[in-house]
């Protein structure tokens, strides 16, 4: 398991992370995301997570204000050898 508490600790680079096997936990780093979405909303739904393929891998970026306001979302990670159609969050990540 990959636990990320604050996006200060962003920009790492996970290399052997396997989908259904390991798990990334965002857990307490969504705590204040979920205070302003709504704690029944979904955090990739409304942008405040967002999971894109890039050619060195697939990001899982936080944006603090979701698709709704102007903030960019900055990467938290980016796992190498993975992509977003391999990735299931309900199964591989944790908010």
């Known amino acids: 398991m990959f636990v990320y508490t604050s996006l ?3 920009l790492d680079t996970i290399t052997d992370f396997t989908p259904g096997e390991d798990r990334i936990d965002l857990g307490t780093l969504t705590a204040s995301l979920r205070a302003t979405a709504g704690s029944a909303t979904d955090l990739i739904a409304t942008g405040f997570i967002q999971l894109v393929d890039t050619s060195a891998g ?3 970026q936080v944006d603090s204000d979701g698709y709704a306001g102007p903030a960019a979302a ?3 990670v980016r796992l190498q050898g993975v992509t977003r159609s391999q990735l ?3 199964r591989d990540l944790i908010q």
């Open 58 to 60: 697939l990001e899982i």
């Open 8 to 10: 200060r600790d962003a």
């Open 74 to 76: 900055r990467t938290l």
């Open 88 to 90: 299931q969050a309900s």
